[in-house]
């Protein structure tokens, strides 16, 4: 079966960094582009960025654009997320999702999230 | 940007009902829009795709309808475990996308 897991998250100050990891078993990664997506605590979802299955392509929301990177290394089924800059409206709940079908957009499979705050 | 407005903010319901949510788009969408549930303390998951088509395992009493900028989901007889929130997400701009503000479904 699907599983994404991830991890990373933490406390951390405004203006560090934080790297979050997403690991991918059941299927095979290498085929399926991926993404972050977030909810902020008691709020909505917002989509954070995305990686083509093979990374050659990378997009990111206009709230974190020039501040986190994407990347995956399909050898070991792990996704990341580099964040810098973390600002408190960062705070959130990190899933790691993957894309339904190829590069459709949608999200069909979710992990379970890793938490990130960003606070003084 | 693309915004997407949910209908009602919160629905009373009693098992066994029908169920309406509505998920209007500030410009046309086509069909490229998918409905979530998510329950308290668990990541969402995908009901339909493409406005009407319902993704696997998800059970036929949920439909999806719609196109251009307005859509509806439809629970034609809701069990107890269909009482959660629900999220519509547009991907017509992609690879930028954009989630309503949900919408919560309570027992009455």
């Known amino acids: 079966q699907v599983q994404l897991v991830e991890s990373g998250g933490g406390v951390v100050q405004p203006g560090r960094s934080l790297r979050l990891s997403c690991a991918a078993s059941g299927f095979t990664f290498s085929d399926y582009a991926m993404h972050w997506v977030r909810q902020a605590p008691g709020k909505g979802l917002e989509w954070v960025a995305v990686?083509?299955?093979?990374?050659?392509?990378?997009y990111f929301a206009d709230s974190v654009k020039g501040r986190f990177t994407i990347s995956r290394d399909n050898s070991k089924n792990t996704l990341h997320l580099q964040m810098n800059s973390l600002r408190p409206e960062d705070t959130a709940l990190y899933y790691c999702?993957?894309?339904?079908?190829?590069?459709?957009?949608?999200?069909?499979?979710w992990g379970q999230g890793t938490l990130v705050t960003v606070s003084s | 940007e693309i915004v997407l407005t949910q209908s009602p903010a919160t629905l009373s319901l009693s098992p066994g009902e029908r169920a309406t949510l509505s998920c209007r788009a500030s410009?046309?969408?086509?069909?490229?829009l998918a409905w979530y549930q998510q329950k308290p303390g668990q990541a969402p998951r995908l009901l339909i795709y493409n406005a009407s088509n319902r993704a696997a395992g998800i059970p036929a009493r949920f439909s999806g309808s719609g196109s251009g900028t307005d859509f509806t989901l439809t629970i034609s007889s809701l069990e107890p475990e269909d009482f959660a929130v629900y999220y519509c997400?547009?991907?017509?701009?992609?690879?930028?996308?954009?989630f309503g503000q949900g919408t919560k479904l309570e027992i009455k």
């Open positions: 999702t993957r894309d339904s079908s190829g590069w459709s957009g949608f999200f069909d499979y």
């Open positions: 990686i083509s299955y093979d990374g050659t392509n990378e």
């Open positions: 410009q046309s969408v086509s069909i490229y």
């Open positions: 997400q547009q991907r017509s701009n992609w690879p930028s996308g954009s």
